[in-house]
């Protein structure tokens, strides 16, 4: 492979899996550079003469993403020509997300039939293959098109279970001569011939599968710390919106405390658009995050995105903002969100997120994986041989904080709350002896924590293999509906 980026030995697995595979699932978590793999394997197919490739990714955002990281591997090796495929609809839909770059691009895209086959012409008369880059939401039209298609990588896939995109994928596979589909949460329904990823005749078997010990033991992600914080306060006590000011203060405070070697940047996941509103406008979050130098990034659907208080014109300059913050490791900054931020946008150099919301178990791993990434410089020691991949202890980010707040009166909720993170974390592969703890009472010698609290901490720690099994392998993986998920986690 003519790239300066040398593949970890999983990821050799995966290509390996692909070359002997005309059809498969290939399960890896977050941080595992699947769209590396993805841009290998098409410089592979395009030596072994593949005319036509499909890419599918959930959102153009993603898409423009996904083609640009498989362009930096491969561009300079490989000659082809590419074609977006998206609908002005979609591009509307997701206007304020896209750079003016990204614009450009998408202002040449189409989702004319004439306009694809026309390109695939073009391309046959320059003897070049062509790449054709699109969302679930426009992937009909690339099959409506009747162009011959050698192989299609299909990006998130937990997505094309919806019963808006099932049936073009299902299509694609009927006429696609290869298809691989990439997750880190395949998701199942009831009936193996259904629209779920565990319908075989669409999807295949899935080919290869790594899990998140792998990934650690790699030097690709960092394991996951989950740190009780209790606040001792009653929940019916105050209100939502200074409950969850008082838990942004006391995670950073905390934070500082005891894993004061970094300047931590934390993603909360909000339980709510209103709720992250009124912080912004009814609390003084941002006046004492300006006094403690910490940059405070607000994004909503419905009232936008904020800096430090102050509007940001797009969601493109809010993102290339949160990027450069994020990757400055002397800066702190919360982030809070509701759902925006969950899945395929990643922020470099979080150190810990904040569930204070009911989450579906993929949305969940999703989150919890934004926080699991390795920072740059501990990368860059392992590639220079400083430090031995694998050896967490001596990583400038040897994990990523999961704080779970517990309130005094919570007791009833603790349980349900803490066995969904578990569960979630074993559906990441990750086994219970990876999975570190810590609990902050606030520095007092003497609380009162709930009745059994200790108690249950310990015995989810025993348990947790045989809820993986109850849960992961009973259902294989997710089953049912996606939207019954939201009970996983409990309002903490």
């Known amino acids: 492979m003519q790239t300066s980026i040398v593949p970890y030995l999983y990821q050799d697995r995966i290509l390996e899996a692909i070359r002997e595979n005309p059809k498969g699932i290939l399960v890896a978590g977050t941080g595992a550079g699947k769209s590396y793999t993805m841009g290998w394997s098409i410089q592979e197919r395009i030596a072994a003469g593949d005319s036509v490739i499909v890419v599918i990714a959930p959102r153009i955002l993603l898409a423009q993403q996904l083609f640009k990281s498989i362009d930096s591997l491969i561009g300079k090796s490989a000659t082809f020509q590419h074609l977006f495929v998206y609908s002005g609809e979609a591009i509307q839909r997701e206007e304020e997300v896209l750079t003016s770059e990204q614009i450009l691009d998408v202002n040449f895209s189409t989702t004319s039939i004439h306009d694809i086959q026309e390109e695939k012409e073009r391309a046959d008369r320059n003897n070049v293959p062509l790449i054709l880059i699109t969302t679930y939401h426009s992937l009909d039209r690339i099959v409506e098109s009747g162009i011959s298609i050698d192989t299609a990588y299909l990006d998130e896939v937990h997505n094309a279970v919806s019963l808006e995109f099932s049936k073009p994928v299902r299509q694609l596979s009927e006429v696609a001569e290869r ?50 914080l209790y606040s001792n306060i009653n929940v019916s006590d105050v209100d939502n919106v200074s409950l969850t000011r008082d838990i942004v203060k006391q995670t950073f405070e905390h934070y500082s405390e005891y894993h004061s070697h970094l300047n931590h940047k934390i993603l909360f996941a909000c339980d709510g658009t209103e709720t992250i509103h009124q912080l912004q406008t009814q609390t003084d979050l941002v006046k004492w995050a300006q006094q403690n130098n910490i940059d405070t990034f607000i994004t909503t659907s419905n009232y936008g995105d904020w800096v430090n208080g102050v509007r940001v014109k797009s969601r493109s300059q809010f993102l290339e903002m949160l990027q450069e913050c994020g990757s400055d490791p002397n800066r702190k900054m919360a982030v809070l969100h509701y759902s925006i931020l969950s899945e395929g946008i990643d922020v470099p150099g979080l150190t810990g997120c904040v569930l204070l919301r009911n989450m579906n178990p993929i949305t969940l791993t999703q989150t919890i994986g934004r926080v699991l990434r390795m920072l740059p410089v501990d ?28 309130h005094k009166d919570s007791e009833k909720d603790l349980e349900q709350g803490v066995s969904a993170i578990y569960n979630a974390l074993c559906g990441m592969g990750f086994p219970p002896e990876v999975i570190q703890h810590e609990e902050d009472t606030r520095g007092k010698k003497e609380i009162t924590l709930p009745d059994d609290f200790q108690q249950i901490i310990k015995q989810k720690t025993k348990e947790v293999a045989a809820d993986w099994e109850w849960v992961y392998k009973k259902n294989e993986y997710w089953g049912g509906d996606d939207d019954k998920g939201e009970d996983w986690i409990s309002k903490l």
């Open 179 to 228: 298809m691989y589909s990439y997750t880190a949460t395949p998701k199942k329904t009831d009936s193996a011939k259904g629209r779920g990823n565990n319908n075989e005749e669409v999807y295949g078997k899935i080919i290869c599968e790594v899990t998140a010990k792998e990934l650690i033991e790699s030097g690709a992600i960092v394991p996951p710390a989950i740190n009780y």
């Open 379 to 406: 990368r860059r020691a392992i590639s220079e041989g400083l430090v031995v991949a694998g050896d967490t202890q001596s990583y400038k980010k040897g994990y990523g904080l999961v704080t779970v707040p517990i």
